[in-house]
């Protein structure tokens, strides 16, 4: 098993990484070999930076990609003396680096609706250090996009000037996504979205999923992996998606489309009331232990620590915000891929539907109305999430959705 092996769909890339960690590797042992100094710059030919920059749409695999990369960087298999390229899957250093373990493995990750500038001063002290251990001092950023524009200003001059062994691994959904002078200092590697077979297979091959409902979650999120996999092994997620397919069929009158408006707002609270459930209360245990809070004291903190925990509640909050949020914005995908589906019938197009359990609605929307009618329907569905990102109320937002898709 090589680290490359859950990167689906993505052979190009796979290619010019593997390629880059073997350039890495001959980086590293000819420091070795002369002394045990640092890693040089890698030669205007060398297919290795020290900043990379992975986009690609929802789903294609970025993350993965950068925790693959991150993994080969630090394979340790005696194989590569023999001209084996990097990335084994089995030594030490790959496992370590693919399971979150690894000293010199930095993967982060946000459940904020931003990232900000203190944690970015902090991720930036830890590239300037040399690796503990490892090859390669690695710090993956899966949110890159999330980064406010002080943080990225603090993230620019450790990508522009960085640490002899350090490399940065950032993720984003697209260029525009990252700040120009930080993009303009990365290697760009562009993913695609997978084949909806390729996705089926890995669902099938990692992850034990029948074959059929691997088919069926891999063809109704059009080749998203993560959200496939959710939907194949979650069934609160099969019923929120089937919930939400039925909405078309409600917003007929005024009254259908405010109470359509409410029962989405009120999944997705419920969505991160639950994700608080199962979090929140292990977190603020967890840190009353931290902070002294002795059985038999009747659960007092000790003087001075209150401060910490406003804050754990205030991350909570945020946390919530954005679990609602995510919620909201997959309903609303969903929802877009029924009107595609609708706009295919219509347009007599051979493009494969991805919603075919929902045949039935999608063959009456669509002989109901004209190709026209649902374009606008999708509009009405971006203008939706475009609103949200702005900080709309949600509930308005979504009311004035479901009210254009009525009027279509």
């Not at 069929?249 to 707002?265: H, N, P, S, T, Y």
Request: hydrophobic share 45%; net charge neutral; proline share 4%.
């Amino acid at each position: 098993m090589a680290v490359w092996d859950d990167l689906v769909g993505q052979d190009r890339v796979a290619a010019q990484l593997s390629a880059a960690a073997r350039d890495a590797d001959a980086l590293v042992t000819a420091a070795s070999e002369a002394g045990g100094g640092p890693a040089g710059e890698p030669m205007a030919s060398s297919k290795m930076t020290h900043a990379w920059l992975f986009t690609g749409p929802p789903g294609s695999g970025r993350a993965t990609a950068a925790r693959a990369f991150a993994a080969a960087l630090q394979c340790v298999s005696p194989d590569r003396a023999l001209g084996g390229a990097p990335g084994c899957g089995f030594c030490d250093g790959c496992h370590t680096a693919l399971v979150g373990t690894h000293a010199d493995v930095e993967v982060v990750r946000t459940d904020m609706l931003t990232i900000g500038v203190k944690e970015t001063r902090e991720l930036v002290r830890r590239a300037q250090l040399s690796p503990a251990g490892g090859r390669w001092q690695v710090i993956v950023m899966e949110d890159a996009d999330r980064l406010t524009e002080g943080a990225g200003n603090v993230l620019l001059k450790a990508v522009e000037e960085p640490a002899p062994r350090t490399v940065w691994l950032l993720c984003a959904p697209s260029l525009e996504d990252v700040l120009p002078t930080i993009r303009s200092r990365c290697r760009l590697l562009t993913l695609r979205t997978p084949p909806v077979d390729a996705v089926a297979d890995i669902l099938v091959r990692r992850d034990g999923i029948d074959p059929e409902l691997a088919a069926s979650a891999a063809r109704a999120t059009q080749g998203h992996i993560g959200r496939a996999r959710r939907l194949a092994t979650d069934e609160r997620a099969r019923a929120r998606r089937a919930a939400v397919l039925k909405l078309p069929l409600r917003v007929d009158d005024v009254g259908g489309c405010l109470k359509a408006a409410q029962e989405l707002i009120d999944a997705a609270a419920e969505d991160a009331k639950q994700v608080a459930e199962e979090v929140d209360a292990k977190e603020t245990e967890e840190l009353r232990a931290a902070l002294g809070a002795a059985a038999g004291t009747g659960g007092r903190l000790p003087r001075g620590t209150a401060g910490a925990m406003k804050d754990l509640q205030d991350r909570q909050k945020r946390r919530a915000t954005r679990t609602q949020r995510d919620t909201l914005d997959l309903a609303l995908t969903d929802l877009t891929a029924f009107y595609r589906d609708v706009l295919t019938l219509q347009l007599g197009s051979q493009v494969g539907l991805a919603n075919t359990d929902v045949r039935d609605a999608l063959e009456r929307i669509a002989s109901g109305s004209k190709p026209e009618r649902t374009l606008r329907r999708i509009e009405a569905i971006t203008a939706c999430r475009q609103a949200l990102d702005s900080n709309v109320a949600p509930l308005l937002a979504v009311e004035a959705m479901t009210m254009a898709l009525r009027a279509g």
